[in-house]
């Protein structure tokens, strides 16, 4: 019995959610995937007219269940980092996004899983691209490839600018989604359900499709020791907490450690003020994660965007910094969510990840 | 990030950023957290440009906040993350309005010193934006373009004290952080 975690349904996320669905042995799929389907995507991705306007993952969800009611489905209508990690673990990751920053989030949600992740891309007219990676601590990740130019060419936010992370749509030929999402799915299989007449996995490997010329290229990972991604693989504890009376206090209290602990959310700032980038109206919501905030906390009544200011955000929380005050702030107001995993340092101990409730709903 | 990847960048980014500061009548550099430094407060004393009441006067001095994020060396973090506009809080310039400041692309690992150069260009109206469209300050940016004549504030093109970019970086380089 396996699961799935599908980021991006387009152009082949839109394709592979229903060969996801007929796949022996899947009995969980989780879609991940903030955007709503508009008529651009009728020509380039595996919907219909009914699909436009509503969330990709509520189409995508409908179609899973149409097909295998019995699959247990999950939807996240936001953007991969800012969903809790235990809430995407699966068995397999599978990575349809467009973008590098999207792929290297994937990356490393899948090795704090230590599991397996196959990554598709597409590039227009005729390129197919299929990569597999397994979790290790000296197995080859996405970045073990990367050099000075790749980390270049991620995408970047400018507070002067209205930022749109979101990367152009790649207008890729439908046909050409379909295929990767095929080939993704026959990786897929062999991972979950190995057998020898299944033939050899592209783990550590990339698959490359010319459909103009007919050529394919089959390319291996090494694993590089001077890669920027850690490759840790974590072990999580699961920490029971109601996350509406919990505390602060009570999350330190959970790391049991003599020495002053510090906690960060991986990915995650807290931050105490936002300022208007539009007309510098300061705003003291109080500590919080600054991308849990609703979208209205982060929008000022000018219109202009809120952002945290980095001097005066904090990426990790030590109790002895912090005021009694804030130390008694509920673990919902700071923005923390069940299955959020916390990390805890400390002077006298190697790093623990702390899971909230995980197996709880989200509220 | 591998902590031992990321100890070795900050430490010789300090070493080299220090060693500069130290030969510069421009700048000067307060590591203010971690050891290795991760976060900096930045002071350079060079010509700027600040709203009054009257309009527009010179001053010189400038203060700015740097924060080398975790992932910085892994992720495209947001200048604003990196990069907080201290004083003055009335510092006039397109690119600047208070505590933001945009000196625009910055690859993941961007040197320390690159940023210092980059934020002095930006202080002494070496460089800045025309456009409109593109500016945190758009007051600032149509003034820019009726005072053309006035640039840059400050014309050094370097940091530098004359002939300093022989600096000797072992007394930085070998000092050992706890």
């Keep these: 019995m396996a699961t799935a975690t599908v980021v991006g349904l387009g152009n082949i996320g839109s394709a592979i959610t229903t060969l996801v669905a007929r796949m022996p042995g899947i009995t969980g799929i989780i879609l991940v995937d903030p955007d709503s389907y508009d008529e651009s995507n009728l020509a380039t991705q595996m919907i219909d007219r009914s699909a436009l306007g509503k969330p990709k993952v509520e189409v995508q969800a409908a179609s ?10 999950e939807t996240f209508d936001e953007p991969v980092e800012n969903v809790p990690l235990e809430s995407l673990r699966s068995s397999v990751f599978i990575s349809c996004v467009d973008s590098r920053r999207a792929r290297q989030s994937i990356n490393r949600i899948a090795w704090r899983c230590a599991s397996p992740w196959i990554d ?11 990569n597999a990676y397994s979790p290790g601590e000296k197995a080859p990740c996405l970045e073990c490839s990367w050099d ?28 050409l989604g ?3 999402a095929s080939l993704q799915a026959a990786e897929l299989r062999k991972l979950i359900n190995p057998a020898p007449n299944q033939g050899n996995s592209l783990v550590g490997a990339q698959l490359m499709l010319d459909t103009s010329t007919h050529e394919q290229y089959l390319a291996q990972f090494k694993y590089t020791r001077d890669c ?17 009376s919990s505390r602060l206090a009570d999350l330190f209290d959970a790391a049991q450690t003599q020495a002053d602990p510090v906690i960060s959310l991986e990915g995650h700032v ?31 009544p000018c219109g202009g965007q809120m952002f945290a200011p980095g001097f005066f955000s904090f990426e990790t929380l030590q109790r002895s910094d912090l005021s009694p005050a804030n130390l008694d702030l509920k673990l919902t107001a700071l923005g923390f969510r069940y299955g959020d995993v916390i990390t805890v340092d400390s002077a ?16 | 990030m591998s902590d031992a990847i990321r100890a070795s960048w900050l430490q010789s980014q300090y070493v080299e950023a220090m060693t500069f500061a130290r030969h510069s009548d421009v700048l000067s550099l307060a590591p203010v957290a971690g050891a290795p430094p991760y976060k900096y407060i930045a002071e350079f004393r060079c010509k700027g440009l600040c709203a009054t009441s009257e309009g527009v006067s010179v001053i010189d001095q400038h203060l700015v906040g740097i ?8 992720r495209n973090c947001s200048p604003g993350q990196i990069l907080t506009w201290l004083e003055p809080d009335t510092e006039f310039h397109p690119n600047i309005s208070p505590p933001f400041c945009c000196v625009g692309h910055i690859a993941p690992g961007m040197s320390l010193l690159s940023l210092l150069h980059q934020l002095y260009l930006m202080i002494t109206w070496q460089r800045f934006t025309a456009r409109e469209d593109d500016a945190l300050n758009r007051h600032a940016c149509s003034w820019a373009r009726r005072h053309l004549d006035r640039f840059p504030i400050d014309p050094r093109r370097s940091m530098l004290n004359a002939p300093a970019a022989q600096a000797n970086t072992a007394e930085v380089a070998n000092h050992e952080f706890a």
Excluded at chain 1, 350 to 361: D, E, K, M, W
Excluded at chain 2, 67 to 74: G, N
Aim: negative net charge.
């Design chain 1, 148 to 175: 000075q130019a790749s980390y270049d060419l991620l995408e970047q936010d400018y507070p002067c600018d209205a930022a749109d992370l979101s990367a152009p749509a790649t207008m890729a030929p439908a046909e």
């Design chain 1, 178 to 180: 379909l295929l990767a």
């Design chain 1, 64 to 73: 899973v269940l149409a097909i295998n009611p019995r699959i247990q489905v």
């Design chain 1, 120 to 130: 598709a891309a597409v590039d227009a007219p005729s390129l197919i691209r299929i």
């Design chain 1, 270 to 300: 807290f931050a105490t003020h936002l300022d208007c980038i539009a007309c510098g109206k300061r705003s003291t919501a109080g500590l919080s994660l600054y991308h849990r905030l609703p979208a209205r906390a982060r929008r000022c």
């Design chain 1, 348 to 363: 006298s101990s190697r790093s623990r990840h702390l899971g909230i409730g995980a197996g709880q709903a989200d509220e």
């Design chain 2, 67 to 74: 924060l080398f994020p975790d992932q910085y060396l892994r």
């Design chain 1, 228 to 244: 920027r991604f850690d490759h840790l693989c974590w072990e999580v504890e699961t920490v029971n907490f109601d996350l509406r």
